[in-house]
């Protein structure tokens, strides 16, 4: 079983160490300062932890509540496409840091590459398999009244998706409908929640 990794600071290894490997994923990264000070660099509203470390907490949830388009085979969601587009203008000032968008949804995985500058590459999440970005941004698309996330609902998924990122991991998504599931829930606890400027 995988143990020690350098991908990626311990803060971003808690979680799916404690849900995908029996507690015992640990980041051979010992100064999280070094890794996380370049978030600092940007003007995204990263959360601080409290002193002594005065570090950027890397997991962060952003909600949005816009619901998913209902049509075709594949989804999207405008809303998210917005939030993530405002979420990367406030990230890009730093010219360092290598961003990926993924997503489950081949539609949103096109409106965002529609949207977002040449830089940022948009990939599904079963692409994205075995590479890896500074940033991830995750646009979970699924915001409806019935709280169906469908195939959002795939822990192997969910596994990949967070251990992409070597530096943060921003979550886009609809509270309501994510939490409906219990392990998207237990996600999102792992997350702080932000706001973006533009509200």
Same mark, same amino acid.
């Not at 489950?104 to 040449?118: F, G, S, T, V």
């Given at each position: 079983?995988?143990?020690? !990794?350098?991908?990626? #600071? !311990?803060?971003?290894?808690?979680?799916?160490? &404690?849900?995908?490997?029996?507690?015992?994923?640990?980041?051979?990264?010992?100064?999280?300062?070094?890794?996380?000070?370049? @978030?600092?660099?940007?003007?995204?509203?990263?959360?601080? &932890?409290? #002193?002594?470390?005065?570090?950027?907490? #890397?997991?962060?949830?952003?909600?949005?509540?816009?619901?998913?388009?209902?049509?075709?085979?594949? =989804?999207?969601?405008?809303? !998210?496409?917005?939030?993530?587009?405002? /979420?990367?203008?406030?990230?890009? #000032?730093?010219?360092?840091?290598?961003?990926? *968008?993924?997503?489950?949804? &081949?539609? !949103?995985?096109?409106?965002? =590459?529609?949207? @977002?500058?040449?830089?940022?590459?948009?990939?599904?999440? %079963?692409?994205?398999?075995?590479?890896?970005?500074?940033?991830?941004?995750?646009?979970?698309?699924?915001?409806?009244?019935?709280?169906?996330? +469908?195939?959002?609902? %795939?822990? &192997?998924?969910?596994?990949?998706?967070?251990?992409?990122?070597? =530096?943060?991991?921003?979550?886009? +998504? %609809?509270?309501?409908?994510?939490?409906?599931?219990?392990?998207? =829930?237990?996600?999102?606890? /792992?997350?702080?929640? *932000?706001?973006?400027?533009?509200?």
């Amino acid at each position: 079983m995988l143990d020690i !990794q350098y991908r990626f #600071p !311990q803060e971003l290894a808690e979680f799916p160490s &404690r849900e995908f490997y029996e507690g015992r994923l640990r980041s051979g990264l010992t100064d999280s300062s070094a890794v996380l000070s370049v @978030l600092t660099e940007t003007r995204f509203p990263w959360p601080m &932890r409290a #002193p002594p470390l005065n570090i950027p907490t #890397p997991t962060v949830f952003i909600q949005c509540s816009t619901e998913e388009d209902m049509g075709g085979l594949s =989804k999207s969601n405008v809303g !998210q496409v917005e939030v993530i587009h405002e /979420a990367i203008s406030l990230l890009t #000032p730093s010219e360092s840091l290598s961003i990926t *968008v993924l997503s489950p949804y &081949r539609k !949103q995985i096109d409106e965002l =590459k529609h949207r @977002l500058p040449a830089h940022v590459t948009c990939a599904t999440i %079963d692409s994205f398999q075995g590479r890896e970005a500074d940033v991830i941004v995750f646009s979970s698309v699924r915001a409806n009244a019935e709280r169906d996330i +469908g195939f959002v609902d %795939d822990a &192997r998924r969910l596994n990949v998706m967070w251990t992409r990122a070597r =530096k943060a991991l921003i979550i886009v +998504g %609809d509270r309501q409908t994510m939490e409906s599931n219990a392990l998207w =829930k237990r996600a999102l606890s /792992a997350c702080t929640e *932000v706001a973006l400027e533009s509200g």
